[in-house]
């Protein structure tokens, strides 16, 4: 789609002073194709009430296609850990280990807000190591923006970060980085339901431009949407909030098991990558590939 559209041309003066012509453009699907989606088209998303989709991206392939098709944010993940190193858990990931995941995602799209996520360990000591973090994603990794998880008690460390020109997008409710002491369940029911939304609040007052909410109630996180500014991205938190988002893994069931309540999956690449492999090494057994079109005379 072409950027500028008459349709898209604002109507009042005051409001084409304020804002270019292409940023009031459909913010994220419509009319934005060369250049990085920015923080604030997500902003600009939220309040024209249109949603929009985010998946983890660790490799260069993956970033290409969901490019293709249109994803407007693509988090490199620390759920790399047990998508791609092989840990069981997130809480081993290390910066060296994502950075060139990140490098990969940048290098290889021109359009989506890459987002990094900071590991555990690399910014909870104190807003100074979050800063040293951050800069290495953006300096070293090319990120747009990273994420970091909790709310209150990460505050300090979002305001350091926004104030030193690196957006923060926050993330509460479950948080795998502390699963050691909270565990992997839904987080904020009954009681907790105030205290999640003091802590999205919270991130929001540091400057976070965006929120994740994993694994909460479906009317607390459309309760959080509604108190929030700031669009929300929601992952096993209902359709409330202003953007969703998935591992992509698990969105296109290449992840084994069974799928975690929350997850959706739009295709069986596990299975389809296992039925190509068994036929390509069916076919060397049999002697059947290569065959002539393959080879070289
Ligand atoms: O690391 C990750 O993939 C995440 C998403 C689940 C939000 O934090």
């Given at each position: 789609?072409p950027?500028?559209?008459?349709?898209?041309?604002?109507e009042?003066?005051?409001?084409?002073?304020?804002?270019?012509a292409?940023?009031?453009l459909?913010a994220?699907?419509?009319?934005?194709?060369n250049?990085?989606v920015?923080?604030?088209?997500?902003?600009?998303a939220k309040d024209?009430?249109?949603?929009?989709?985010?998946l983890t991206s660790?490799?260069?392939?993956?970033?290409?296609?969901?490019e293709?098709?249109?994803?407007?944010?693509?988090?490199v993940?620390?759920?790399?850990?047990n998508?791609?190193l092989?840990?069981?858990?997130?809480?081993p990931?290390?910066?060296?280990e994502?950075?060139?995941?990140?490098?990969?995602?940048?290098?290889?799209t021109?359009?989506?807000?890459?987002v990094?996520?900071?590991?555990?360990?690399?910014?909870q000591?104190?807003?100074?190591?979050?800063?040293s973090?951050?800069?290495r994603?953006v300096?070293e990794?090319?990120?747009?923006?990273v994420?970091?998880?909790?709310g209150?008690?990460?505050a300090?460390?979002v305001?350091?970060?926004?104030?030193?020109?690196?957006?923060?997008?926050?993330?509460?409710?479950?948080?795998?980085?502390?699963?050691?002491v909270?565990?992997?369940?839904?987080?904020?029911?009954?009681?907790?339901?105030?205290?999640?939304?003091?802590?999205a609040?919270?991130?929001?007052?540091?400057?976070a431009?965006?929120?994740?909410l994993?694994?909460?109630p479906?009317?607390l996180?459309?309760?959080?949407?509604?108190?929030?500014?700031?669009?929300?991205?929601?992952?096993?938190?209902?359709?409330?909030?202003?953007?969703q988002v998935?591992?992509?893994?698990?969105?296109?069931?290449l992840?084994p098991?069974?799928?975690?309540?929350?997850?959706?999956q739009?295709?069986?690449?596990?299975?389809?990558?296992?039925?190509?492999?068994?036929?390509?090494?069916?076919?060397?057994r049999?002697?059947?590939?290569?065959g002539?079109?393959?080879?070289f005379?």
């Open positions: 789609m950027e500028s559209t008459p349709e898209s041309v604002p009042s003066e005051s409001e084409s002073e304020s804002v270019p292409s940023d009031q459909p994220l699907y419509g009319g934005i194709t250049r990085r920015r923080i604030r088209d997500l902003q600009l024209q009430g249109e949603r929009w989709a985010m660790y490799d260069m392939l993956t970033a290409g296609i969901f293709a098709a249109g994803i407007p944010v693509l988090l993940g620390d759920s790399a850990g998508n791609v092989g840990y069981a858990t997130t809480v990931v290390t910066v060296d994502l950075l060139p995941m990140v490098r990969a995602v940048v290098r290889s021109t359009r989506p807000l890459v990094a996520d900071l590991p555990f360990g690399s910014y000591g104190s807003p100074e190591q979050a800063l973090t951050a800069v994603f300096k990794g090319g990120a747009q923006a994420k970091l998880e909790g209150t008690r990460v300090a460390q305001e350091l970060l926004v104030s030193a020109g690196v957006p923060v997008m926050g993330h509460v409710g479950l948080t795998p980085q502390s699963e050691l909270t565990g992997l369940r839904v987080q904020g029911r009954g009681e907790a339901a105030d205290a999640l939304l003091d802590d609040l919270a991130l929001e007052a540091a400057g431009f965006s929120v994740v994993e694994a909460v479906a009317d996180a459309e309760r959080v949407t509604k108190e929030l500014t700031i669009p929300t991205i929601g992952i096993g938190a209902g359709v409330g909030c202003d953007a998935l591992v992509w893994t698990d969105m296109a069931g992840t098991g069974a799928p975690l309540t929350f997850v959706k739009y295709a069986d690449l596990r299975g389809i990558l296992t039925e190509a492999t068994r036929a390509f090494s069916d076919e060397v049999q002697g059947r590939f290569p002539p079109e393959h080879s005379s």
